[in-house]
């Protein structure tokens, strides 16, 4: 049997896992990642990461090939030497304040295609003191892959994050990366997913193996994995620290609405375009239970506690830019409330409540300003990853949308990344067959719409403004 590794690296936690094309999952090994201060800036702790991932190979033995996905936007940069020019800024790092205002969006959008969020690559790059001796950009799986194996490349997917890319063409804008005053030298050659990546480096695991890239931006390999039947018209939302909640297409969406609306056109796997929204996502619940001193096994009680809450009490805008660096999160939410002149949720299961109707809102306003902008008509929504196990979150969501939610596979990330490396080892078909493979072998739920209370989704909605308020 053909043996994969995915190497899935999340804002909270990473994983090697392994399986074969029955996509029968095993992790070897999972790890705890999140932002580490030094020198009042938030870094990742990317050599930490690399000993963890060597570990997890180690572990996992003998691969056929392994693949590599993380987080999208953040880089290192290497010397002339090949050496890194201190650790990756984390995306929540607040040295890029202000720094979007700068540059005109016309001048971006028509080219990448990109939503303006203020952590995009091309924002960092701004920003970034060390530009002067760099030889090298490599996102966060490109470093990892240069270091597993010695070889440099951009892969497509992920590159399509840093606002730099041509999103037509599927190449590094020459045009926007001179009128921006960037060096040009540092961004390495494109790689698409489902080419080689270079070999594990002799003597790194005690075996060697290829790398493949896949779709190594985290969204687009959970995209690859959405279940979706074929000829369905679906929207999808990657759930998880971030929603990601739009939908597939065929070509990028770059007019002007798109722009105001804040729509990205993120490159897919196959010539794909990921049109969406980034909604806050659960980040807002898990900086909540940390400030609590809880954690993931407390959340079953406290779920059950938020769904017993009185609906609509309050809502909140999931993706005020205030959420976005990590500290207070009742603190930040209960000042929202306040200045909206709502009740201000008193315990953790108020705040709960909040937070995913709120979320559940985010969701409804992507996904239908994804039909409006795009013309394309959906009627279902398929929920992949973690999100995909709070069941309180797909029922608020399908009653949102109004529309049917399929939930799962919670592994999604990871199905994408093994099922492009099952691709290229030629032991699954096409793109569809990767999803109907993932539709028959993984759990999926299915919630319909309650449907009774329409009206109020729309009173919420109204009271926070989301759809009016780009
Ligand atoms: C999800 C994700 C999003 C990206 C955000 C920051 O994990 O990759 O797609 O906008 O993280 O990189």
């Known amino acids: 049997m053909t043996r994969f590794a995915a190497v899935d690296l999340g804002a909270s936690s990473g994983r090697v896992i392994v399986s074969d094309a029955s996509l029968t999952l095993t992790e ?24 963890q991932i060597v570990d997890g190979l180690r572990r996992a033995g003998p691969v ?30 607040s040295r890029t304040d202000g720094v979007m205002d700068g540059v005109p969006r016309e001048l971006l959008y028509g080219v990448s295609g990109l939503q303006f969020l203020p952590f995009n690559t091309v924002y960092q790059l701004l920003a970034d003191r060390r530009l002067d001796a760099a030889s090298v950009m490599l996102l966060v799986p490109d470093l990892l892959t240069y270091w597993l194996t010695g ?16 999103v037509r063409t599927r190449t590094w804008s020459s045009s926007l990366i001179a009128e921006l005053g960037l060096p040009a030298g540092i961004f390495p050659e494109i790689r698409r997913p489902g080419t080689a990546a270079g070999v594990v480096r002799p003597g790194l695991l005690g075996w060697s193996a290829p790398v493949t890239a896949v779709a190594s931006h985290d969204t687009a390999s959970a995209v690859a994995a959405v279940p979706a039947s074929p000829g369905s018209r679906f929207a999808y939302i990657s759930c998880g620290t971030w929603s990601l909640a739009g939908v597939e297409l065929a070509s990028p969406v770059l007019s002007p609405e798109s722009l105001a609306a804040n729509f990205t056109n993120e ?11 980034n909604v806050m996502g659960l980040w807002l619940l898990q900086e909540s239970l940390r400030v609590w001193g ?36 009742p603190a930040r939410i209960a000042a929202e409330c306040a200045r909206t002149g709502q009740p201000v949720p008193s315990t953790p299961a108020a705040f709960v409540r909040c937070i995913l109707e709120s979320l559940a809102l985010g969701h409804r ?22 999100g995909s196990r709070n069941a309180l979150l797909c ?24 099922l492009v490396q099952a691709r290229t080892a030629g032991v699954v078909g096409s793109s569809s067959e990767m999803r109907a493979l993932v539709a028959s072998t993984q759990r999926l739920e299915r919630f319909e719409p309650s449907g ?17 308020g780009r």
């Open 28 to 51: 070897v090994h999972r790890f705890p990642n999140g932002p580490v201060e030094r020198g009042g800036s938030l870094h990742w702790d990317i050599r930490g990461l690399f000993g």
């Open 64 to 93: 056929d090939s392994i693949g590599i996905d993380s987080w999208a936007v953040d880089y290192g940069l290497l010397d002339s030497s090949g050496d890194l020019l201190g650790d990756p800024f984390h995306y929540r790092d």
């Open 151 to 166: 070889s440099v490349g951009a892969e497509v997917t992920n590159a399509s994050t840093t606002g730099l890319l041509d």
């Open 267 to 277: 490159a897919g796997i196959d010539g794909t375009i990921r049109y969406l929204r």
């Open 294 to 329: 809880l954690t993931n096994a407390d959340l079953g009680d406290l779920l059950r506690a938020a769904s017993a809450e009185p609906a609509f009490a309050s809502v909140v805008d999931p993706d005020l830019p205030a959420f976005l660096p990590p500290g207070d999160m």
């Open 365 to 386: 306003a992507a996904i239908r300003q994804a039909v409006e902008l795009s013309g394309q008509e959906v009627e279902v929504v398929h929920l992949v990853g973690g």
């Open 395 to 418: 029922q608020l969501t399908a009653d949102a949308c109004g529309l049917p939610v399929v939930a799962g596979p919670v592994e999604a990330t990871a199905l994408g990344n093994l």
């Open 452 to 468: 009774s209370d329409a009206a109020a989704w729309e009173e919420a909605e109204a009271r926070i403004g989301l759809l009016c």
